[in-house]
């Protein structure tokens, strides 16, 4: 069944004035159209961002439990609906069920504990230099947010950023991935169903450059939080940086885990599988590279091979696939290309390496689960993000060595080593440089209440999730209170004892 998506204006959904529209399809069964949504402009961008900064002036002095008691609405009905959605995802974007169920509940999650953060919004009081004086300071609203999400995780990444980002009072311009708009629209029509007023959130479809980028320099927008690729992370930065606003970046990753010789085999295998080849390898938490001890390379090798080449791909929608299709042509193509830069570089493909052909294959765009041993530190298959289900095999002689590996990439996302030896656990959780360190788990498995983000290029300092995405969200008031009767100056009057 097809749909007409709409954006979301002030309350009302609504067509784009071009009047043109953009396919949604399965990227499973390119037969199955999911639903043509509006070719958005700079039109329909500055008609949300007014909606947004007209809704602003009434929901930023809403208090915030009353905030939350509609996140807390807006939990249950995903909680109600929650295998519709996934099964939308599944359709939109490709990943298996079991997954899309999971992205799903992570939204739940984030609402239950967004709702739950509007109690507690703290911030501090201290006392003054000064007798008879005050010092506090409140957790304010900054105003506008721009939204702008990627495909991958269609319901959690939007939740992670919109539910906080109400949750201290501001109000929404969300412009979603172009491959995934029927998700992002299911979640605008629970966020008003459970009573968000009209113009606090919005939504409108459209391409980065003719939705994303207008969102971004719009001077109504006052912080802007983004997750997609490094590339249009530092376009964004630019443009917002040159006008000085708070932007939040979580872009791509290299991730790594590294297996001692002392691991359980068994563990690290279904950590691997999972974290490589979970969401087609399309996951910016995705395993992407193995550092393996030369001590158990050539028996992890077989093991993982053996299982690789038993994945069954296919719809995600059946739900013993184990693996679905690339996201889009263009993903796919990365994917071919980097299986032959690998070849070029010399290394050696051990599993896949084709894209899948023949009956239903053909009206999808799937890859082999992919496997290249001996890779070298510094190939491009080592250093730049696929996106894709291929994963890297690199010979080391020592934990150390493991180390100085996993960190030579531009990125810093997420990491895992597989180890009895609690030593080199906690060696591994001091000197690997990542926002995110697994010990004996892969490198995917983010929980809502915890911080997510990357330190070096997968972003610009700032975490999603957790206590702290609150702070990215609002600004800080100081507030002194004098209540002496006097002028007293600060640093100046100091005789008071
Ligand atoms: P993308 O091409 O950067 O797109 C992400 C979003 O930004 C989409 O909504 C896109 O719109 C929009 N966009 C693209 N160029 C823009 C520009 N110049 N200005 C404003 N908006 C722009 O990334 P993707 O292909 O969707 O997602 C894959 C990437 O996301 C990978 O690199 C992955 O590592 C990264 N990622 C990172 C995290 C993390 O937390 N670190 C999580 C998930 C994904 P259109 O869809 O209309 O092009
Ligand atoms: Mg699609």
Not at 49 to 54: I, K
Not at 311 to 327: A, F, H, I, R, T
């Amino acid at each position: 069944m097809s749909r007409e998506y709409k954006n979301f204006i002030a309350g009302e959904w609504v067509d784009a004035a071009s009047g043109e529209r953009v396919e949604n399809r399965n990227p499973a069964d390119r037969d199955d159209l999911i639903g043509t949504f509006p070719k958005s402009g700079e039109a329909e961008v500055n008609a949300a961002v007014a909606a947004a900064r007209e809704a602003y002036k009434k929901w930023r002095l809403v208090p915030a439990p009353i905030r939350g008691e509609i996140l807390k609405k807006v939990g249950d009905i995903m909680t109600a609906h929650k295998e519709d959605i996934a099964r939308v995802m599944t359709r939109e974007m490709g990943k298996v069920l079991k997954e899309t169920r999971g992205d799903t509940q992570e939204g739940i999650d984030t609402a239950y504990y967004a709702a739950s953060e509007t109690r507690r919004l703290f911030s501090h009081t201290t006392p003054s230099e000064l007798p008879n004086k005050m010092n506090i300071s409140f957790r304010m609203p900054i105003g506008v947010a721009g939204i702008i999400t990627p495909w991958n995780f269609p319901m959690a990444i939007p939740t992670w950023k919109i539910f906080p980002a109400l949750a201290c009072g501001n109000t929404v311009v969300f412009k979603p991935a172009s491959d995934t708009p029927a998700t992002a629209t299911t979640l605008v029509e629970i966020l008003a169903e459970a009573g968000v007023p009209e113009g606090v959130v919005n939504i409108v479809h459209g391409s980065g450059s003719k939705v994303g980028t207008p969102l971004v320099a719009h001077p109504g927008v006052n912080v802007i939080s983004f997750t997609g690729s490094s590339e249009a992370g530092k376009q964004i930065y630019s443009l917002a940086g040159s006008k000085l606003k708070r932007v939040s970046l979580e872009l791509g990753g290299k991730n790594a885990v590294i297996v001692m010789p002392d691991a359980d085999l068994d563990l690290a295998l279904e950590g691997v599988l999972w974290g490589a080849f979970g969401t087609t390898g399309q996951r910016c938490t995705a395993t992407s590279r193995l550092i393996l001890h030369e001590a158990v390379h050539d028996k992890f090798v077989a093991m993982l091979v053996e299982r690789a080449n038993r994945l069954k791909v296919g719809n995600g929608l059946d739900e013993s696939v184990e693996m679905g299709p690339c996201v889009n042509q263009g993903q796919l193509n990365v994917v071919e290309e980097y299986v032959q830069i690998g070849k070029g570089e010399g290394a050696q493909l051990v599993a896949g390496g084709s894209r899948l052909t023949g009956g239903a294959y053909d009206k999808g765009t799937f890859h082999q689960a992919t496997i290249f041993t001996g890779v070298k530190p510094g190939m491009r298959l080592e250093q730049e993000e696929i996106f894709g289900p291929v994963l890297s095999v690199i010979k080391v002689q020592s934990f150390d060595e493991a180390v100085t590996v996993l960190n030579d990439t531009a990125y810093g996302l997420s990491s895992s080593i597989y180890t009895r030896d609690v030593n080199l656990a906690f060696k591994a959780v001091r000197d690997i440089e990542c926002g995110i360190t697994y010990v004996n788990g892969p490198t995917i498995g983010a929980e809502a209440h915890m911080p997510f983000g990357g330190m070096k290029e997968t972003g610009n300092g700032h975490r999603e999730g957790g206590w702290q995405v609150y702070e990215f969200f609002s600004e800080t008031k100081t507030v002194y209170v004098d209540f002496s009767g006097k002028l007293q100056k600060a640093q100046i009057d100091t005789e008071q004892v």
